[in-house]
């Protein structure tokens, strides 16, 4: 651990999944509130809250109709939503996007050893209609959650059945199937639900998913060829309530992605104000996820213990890429990961103090490979390796403790400590030297504090500050170690075998207000980045392409704004706006091994974004109707890889743009929703900063939920 960033010896304490804040926390005795279509909101009840969290509860997913799990989030403050192909969203939170934003599904770490760095598809692999409510804690998170939680932390809870909400023992059945279609996206969904069970005793919520997309119209551009792609989901979750104190649930969650091109490295791309198109003649990817889990929950235990939770975990992770070369040459790899893990939970309370404590442990088992094709479709060679190394093992323990006490009635304070404890093993990789086969083993160790305090300024609780000092860190990956293949328009990476940890200082300061008519929150941080682990030429040229490996050669900053506003003018009418703006520069090693260097800004920095919203309902809110516009300026803070990823960003960066959508919907009656859409009024060609290709032109979005 980084000496200057030892604030162990000042705190005690930390959290892990589900219970970082009481915001996150989802049982049976707590429910989630509802916002506005608008935009994602601070819940009122968190004014007091020394972090700032956005919201998004089921009825308005339902309403919104989101195409995937990133664009559920796109309106957020703080947050940009880069594709880099139709079926691939990435969430940049902070700046930062990748393994440096941690995802968790109930409580379950979602991120993997084989996560990438920079934008990568792995958002996208979450059935965004299997989702109950979405919690984005916006800003590190590391001594609640450990590695990875650095510019946020997505805390996903799936659907679960009417169990509570039907007459005690009676049987309950209930139904629903959901469409969205979609003109410019070419697009049809369908979600079937069925929910069964013995009220307060037991329930089972199934459901199916299928997506056709179809390639995207996208204005001026026209139509976007091999953007289109399939997917299907099935989710299955089970809840039994054991006795008066515990309850336990088992869920299996499956998606499947099938044929998702990156077209902007194909020659079937279009250029974009000046970006290349690409020469590879195919290349796609199929995934496959799957996550099945355990879990008993125990409520007001004895006098010492208030609840307890154990959960057992396995998600497993497929991925087949196919790249034909514009030579006819062809590379087929795969890579497998089945991460196993265990969570102990444990909440205690005494006087005015509450203590949350105890252990997780996650280990991913990985292998790959990879097959070379000449033309001619005889093999050329069995690589050592896949896009990461083969036969790797990786393991992450970690014991936390954290408490949370008032010091008066408006004082209120929060003390977290982690330590983590992480070992990497690869049984086969290309050594990057001798280019022959090689082993590695590798562990390392760290501590991670967080301290913060929020103070009321009235009585009423209207009104309060809030300030918060947090480490945070991230250990290399077996992606980081071993990746091998092309990665940004003009690279191509090969393994790194000397990379330590990161190390990531965050101070945050922020200003909350709710009254009945409005809410605003605003906040600001700065984060100190030590060690930080990027993409470093060496000075060699293979095929054409820059020759990179990962590196501990940077350090530097990121600080930002994001303020949010939320007023209502009457019962019937209100409004909403947010803003972000944030810069970030690093210095890193012009080459490995060279004792010069270059300062830059952060890459895929996200623009100034504003955005504001106005809607109406009905007074019975059966039906409502709305309008929000965004406002992204151009991102011309350009890093030397950004410059260089010239089929993905324009020259000289990504053109601003302004996009304003129109919303409405109408609950028929307790059976039937209709909702409608048109995006891109303005049928604005654009594209979200490194994206590698266009959003939709004008876009009709119909849906319709029907329920028995």
């Known amino acids: 651990m980084h000496t200057r960033y030892s604030l162990a010896a000042l705190l005690f304490l930390t959290h892990q999944h589900g219970v970082a804040d009481d915001d996150l926390i989802t049982s049976r005795a707590i429910t989630m509130p509802t916002f506005s279509i608008i935009a994602p909101r601070v819940e009122e009840t968190t004014v007091e809250k020394a972090n700032t969290i956005y919201q998004i509860d089921q009825f308005e997913l339902e309403q919104k109709l989101p195409r995937n799990l990133p664009e559920a989030l796109i309106n957020t403050p703080g947050v940009m939503v880069q594709k880099t192909a139709n079926g691939q969203g990435s969430l940049f939170v902070r700046g930062f996007t990748g393994y440096r934003t941690l995802t968790l599904i109930d409580g379950i770490r979602y991120n993997n050893s084989v996560y990438r760095d920079g934008p990568n598809e792995y958002f996208s692999l979450i059935d965004i209609n299997s989702i109950q409510s979405i919690a984005l804690f916006n800003g590190p998170a590391s001594a609640l959650y450990g590695s990875d939680a650095i510019g946020g932390t997505l805390n996903l809870q799936t659907r679960s059945s009417n169990l509570y909400n039907a007459k005690k023992n009676e049987f309950f059945i209930h139904g629903s199937d959901q469409i969205r279609y979609s003109t410019a996206e070419n697009s049809l969904l369908n979600r079937a639900n069925i929910e069964f069970g013995e009220a307060d005793s037991w329930g089972v919520i199934a459901g199916y998913t299928t997506n056709n997309f179809g390639n995207i119209e996208a204005d001026k551009l026209g139509k976007l060829p091999y953007t289109a792609y399939d997917e299907s989901a099935f989710d299955v979750r089970l809840d039994i309530v054991l006795n008066a104190q515990w309850d336990f649930t088992l869920a299996h969650q499956n998606l499947e992605q099938d044929d998702v091109w990156r077209t902007h490295s194909t020659l079937y791309s279009k250029p974009f104000q000046g970006t290349e198109v690409g020469t590879d003649l195919r290349r796609l990817k199929d995934q496959q996820r799957q996550l099945n889990y355990m879990k008993f929950g125990g409520y007001d235990l004895n ?385 979200s900063h490194g994206s590698g290709s266009n959003e939709p032109g004008r876009n009709l979005i119909m849906g319709a939920k029907f329920s028995f």
Do not use: C
């Open 303 to 687: 006098l010492l213990l208030d609840a307890a939770t154990i959960t057992l975990s396995h998600q497993q992770w497929q991925e087949d890429g196919e790249r034909t070369k514009a030579n006819n040459n062809r590379i087929d790899d795969f890579f497998e990961s089945n991460m196993y893990g265990v969570d102990l939970q444990l909440d205690s309370s005494y006087k005015q103090v509450n203590v949350t404590y105890g252990v997780d442990y996650y280990i991913d088992y990985v292998d790959s490979g990879r097959i070379d094709y000449l033309a001619d479709g005889t093999i050329d060679e069995v690589r050592i390796q896949g896009p990461i190394g083969d036969d790797a093992e990786y393991g992450i323990f970690g014991a936390y403790v954290q408490a949370k006490f008032d010091l008066s009635s408006r004082l209120s304070m929060g003390l977290s400590n982690r330590y983590s404890y992480v070992t990497a093993k690869i049984g086969r990789f290309e050594d990057p030297n001798t280019k022959m086969a090689a082993e590695y083993s590798a562990s390392w160790r760290n501590i991670s504090s967080a301290v913060k305090a929020s103070y009321l300024l009235s009585n009423d609780g209207s009104k309060s500050i809030w300030a918060g000092l947090s480490q945070s860190f991230r250990a290399p990956n077996i992606a980081d170690i071993s990746r091998y293949g092309k990665s940004r328009s003009s690279e191509t990476e090969v393994a790194a075998l000397d990379l330590a940890p990161e190390n990531f200082l965050t101070y945050e300061t922020g200003f909350k207000l709710a009254f009945s008519s409005v809410q605003f929150n605003a906040s600001y941080y700065y984060t100190d980045i030590k060690d930080y682990i990027t993409s470093t030429p060496t000075a060699n040229i293979v095929e054409g392409l820059i020759e990179v490996s990962k590196q501990n050669s940077a350090e530097g900053y990121i600080h930002g704004v994001e303020a949010d506003i939320h007023f209502e003018w009457s019962k019937n009418l209100d409004t909403s706006a947010n803003f972000t703006w944030l810069e970030g520069y690093l210095t890193r090693g012009s080459t490995v091994g060279s004792d010069s260097s270059i300062t830059e800004p952060f890459s895929r920095i996200m623009p100034m974004t504003a955005r504001v919203g106005l809607e109406y309902k009905s007074t019975n809110k059966s039906w409502w109707m709305g309008s929000n516009l965004t406002l992204a300026a151009k991102a011309n803070r350009l890093s030397e890889g950004d410059k260089a990823d010239t089929q993905r960003i324009p020259p000289g960066g990504t053109p601003a743009y302004q996009l304003l959508n129109f919303y409405s919907g109408w609950q028929a009656n307790k059976n039937l929703l209709l909702t409608l859409q048109l995006n891109n009024l303005l049928d604005q060609s654009y594209r």
